[in-house]
C-alpha cells in the first residue's frame, strides 16, 4: 500500500480544567525530520510524542504543535524560578555591558521578563497527574487520522504509479519486437561487412575476424537489458502492493531502470530503438517524481 508524504491532521481535547489542540503537517523528505512545539513543563511529554511518531512514520519532514489552555480560576501555570533567575542574570550582564558601552538602554519591564521562554510554565506535575497519559492516548487518535489522510492520498499515487509502471512495460514490450526486428538484419550486414574485409584484404584471419565480428554482434545485443528492465517491472508491483513504506527501495529501483534504459540506447543502433529508449527514460523520469511523494 502506498502513502503519500504530504498530510495533514488536527485535533481537540481535554480534561478537567485543561483543553488542547493538536496541529500536524508534513511534507516530502528524505528521512523522518521531526520539528516538535510542546509546551514546557510536562516531564515526559516530548519523549512520548517523538516515540509515538517514529513508531507510526516512517520518512517525511513532520510539523507538530499542541497549545495547552487551562481555566482561569485554577492557577494552572506558574514561574520556573531557576530560568526566571537565569533570565534576570542575563538581563543585567545586557545592562552592564550597555552601561560600559556608554549605551542607554530602556529597563525590560515585568512582561517583558514573563515573555521569555521558559519562564512561564505549566503547572507542577503533581497538579497535573494524568495529563501526559491523556495527551498520549489523544495523540494515539491524531496520528490515525494524519495516517489516513496519507492513505487516501497514496492511493491516487499508487494509480499514477501503477500506470506509469505499465506504460515503461509497454515500451520495454516495443523494445523487444524492435531488437527482434533488426535481428536478421544485423545479421545480414556483419556478414556483408566480413565479405568485404575478406575481398580487400585477401591474407586476413578469417577466424580471427569472425570472432571480432561476433564480439560487435554480442556487445549490441539488448537482451540482457531488457530481461533485467522486465524484472524491475515485476520488482516494482510488487514494492507498490507492499504495506511496508517503499519510497525509498523504490527510488533506488529507478535509479537501475534508469541505467537499463541508458544502456539500451547505447546499444540501440537504429533510429527506432533510440526513439523508444527515450521514451522509456522518459517515462522513468516522470514516474520518479511522483516516487518523491510516497513515504
Known sequence: MIRSMTAFASRRGGR????WDWDLRSVNGRGLDLRLRL???IEGLEAGVRAALQARLARGSVSLALRLSRSAGEGGFGIDEAQLDRVLHALEQVQQRAFALGVTLGQPTAADVLLQKGVVIAAPASADEGLLAALLQDLDGLLDDFVAAREGEGAALEGLLSN???SI???VDESQRLADARKDDSAEAL???????????????????AQELALIAVKADVTEELDRLRAHVAQGRALIADPKPAGRRLDFLLQEFNREANTLLSKSGSAALTRIGLDLKAAIDQMREQ???VE
Open 169 to 171: 512495460e509497454s515500451l
Open 291 to 293: 516516487v518523491q511523494n
Open 39 to 41: 509546551p514546557d513543563g
Open 16 to 19: 478537567d480544567d485543561v483543553e
Open 164 to 166: 506509469q509502471i505499465a
Open 191 to 209: 556478414r556483408a561487412a566480413l565479405r568485404r574485409v575478406a575481398e580487400s584484404v585477401p591474407d586476413v584471419d578469417e577466424g580471427r575476424l
